[in-house]
């Protein structure tokens, strides 16, 4: 079974499990180290899917602060927008969002950064976006109404448990997919529209799911990461 | 080497279960959640009339004419119901884009008073249907504004699609 599965997550990122290989050591691993270097990348995934969805457009940096191997301190800024597009209306929410969190290294007993990454950790996310609707309100007895609505200022806030599984490409590059699980911790404002899409958290609902595909370069700070 | 190298990971993915579990999570959350469109609704007023003194029995009634008024009609005959409708239940479409509807009744017999009016406010809230469906405005909080007839009760205060609770109860004298 633990084959099988292996196999798959061959699939979803080959380079996380090349560093496998590396034997693991029994010394023990401080858990605050002094800072060891930063990794920064992008989400590739959410990247690759705007130009299948034309609808949408996504960037984000993410940088991770490497407080030694098993602690990492996490950022991400970005913007974000969406259109939905249908007969009658047309709705688009557009903002920029950061994420911040920290991220535990389960595997932190490969060699220094080396070696593949299985992280846990936990983010807060905030997203500040305007929301706009045109729509063609229809009756059979009344004027039908045509309504331009314009939400300026719109704030979400929300947490998230993070899970990925990186490993090292080249180098310094490092590549892997990984999970989310959002949940709100407050929801944007009440207005006339309902807010549809917040930016980086996706459609408006208590809980949502992420996934994604990290690509990193590493930028070691001193000695602590060898080739 | 290479049993080594298996070993270490397999080690590592049997404490890994709940990632599975998630990764199960997405694929279902992605390919099992997807319905049919919910249709959007016309906004309707369900009214009912009952006498004063006999508040628990509705009555099957008929006007002359029961029409909306301080507003854009677009319908060709503005005249909702007629003396031909004689009925327990009036159905009242409640204009897009406004807070508030009115209506006036007519009845040439006298017998409720020769026209009477209804003015109600309400909130709105507009939605995008999931899927993309379209978009509904959905109304809540009905008020009444003012009227001429004798008594007027709010029931219920929210639209909602296919429900048949009526929202206005209006008590009459005779």
Redesign the interface.
């Given at each position: 079974m633990?084959?099988f599965?292996?196999l798959i997550?061959l699939g979803l990122g080959i380079a996380p499990?090349t560093a496998?290989?590396?034997?693991?050591d029994t010394t023990k691993v401080p858990l605050l180290q002094p800072v060891a270097g930063i990794r920064i990348g992008v989400d590739a995934f959410n990247l690759a899917l705007q130009t299948v969805e034309s609808d949408r457009s996504f960037w984000s940096v993410e940088a991770e602060v490497l407080l030694g191997n098993r602690l990492f301190l996490a950022a991400e800024y970005g913007q974000a927008s969406v259109q939905?597009?249908?007969?009658?209306?047309n709705?688009e929410s557009e903002g920029q969002f950061f994420r911040l969190g920290l991220d535990y290294n389960?595997?932190y007993r490969d060699k220094k950064g080396l070696g593949a990454l299985?992280t846990g950790g936990i983010r807060y996310g905030l997203a500040s976006f305007d929301q706009s609707?045109f729509?063609e309100?229809?009756?059979?007895?009344?004027?039908?109404?045509?309504?331009d609505?314009q939400d300026e200022g719109l704030r979400a806030q929300w947490v998230e448990a993070v899970?990925s599984?990186r490993g090292r490409l080249f180098n310094y590059l490092y590549i892997g997919p990984f999970?989310s699980?959002m949940a709100q911790l407050q929801s944007p404002q009440e207005n006339?529209?309902?807010v549809?899409d917040i930016p980086a958290f996706g459609q408006n609902q208590a809980l949502q799911?992420r996934?994604g595909y990290s690509v990193q370069f590493l930028i070691p700070f001193g000695s602590a990461y060898k080739k | 080497?290479k049993s080594?190298?298996m070993k270490?990971?397999?080690t590592?993915?049997?404490?890994?279960k709940?990632?599975?579990v998630?990764?199960g999570?997405?694929f279902i959350?992605n390919t099992g959640c997807r319905g049919d469109c919910v249709a959007e609704f016309?906004n309707v007023l369900l009214l009912e009339f009952r006498l004063l003194s006999d508040p628990d029995s509705v009555l099957s009634i008929a006007f002359d004419e029961i029409r909306?008024i301080e507003?854009?009609?677009?319908?060709e005959d503005p005249v909702?119901f007629s003396r031909n409708d004689t009925l327990s239940t009036f159905s009242l479409?409640?204009?897009?884009?406004?807070d508030s509807v009115s209506f006036s009744f007519v009845d040439l017999t006298g017998t409720f008073g020769s026209e009477n009016t209804l003015r109600l406010k309400y909130q709105?809230?507009?939605?995008?249907l999931p899927r993309?469906?379209?978009?509904q405005?959905f109304i809540n909080g009905i008020e009444l504004l003012n009227s001429s007839f004798d008594s007027v009760r709010i029931n219920e205060d929210v639209i909602q699609a296919e429900s048949s609770e009526i929202h206005v109860q209006i008590f009459i004298s005779n």
């Open positions: 633990y084959k599965l292996f997550s499990y496998c290989a590396q034997v693991s939905r597009l249908g007969l009658g209306y709705y389960f595997w299985f609707l729509f309100g229809s009756s059979t007895y009344w004027e039908s109404f045509n309504g609505i899970f599984l999970l699980v006339l529209v309902e549809n799911i996934v | 080497m080594e190298f270490y990971c397999f590592h993915l049997k404490r890994l709940l990632l599975w998630f990764w999570g997405v959350f016309e909306g507003g854009n009609i677009v319908a909702l479409p409640v204009p897009s884009g406004r709105r809230r507009i939605e995008l993309d469906c379209g978009v405005e």
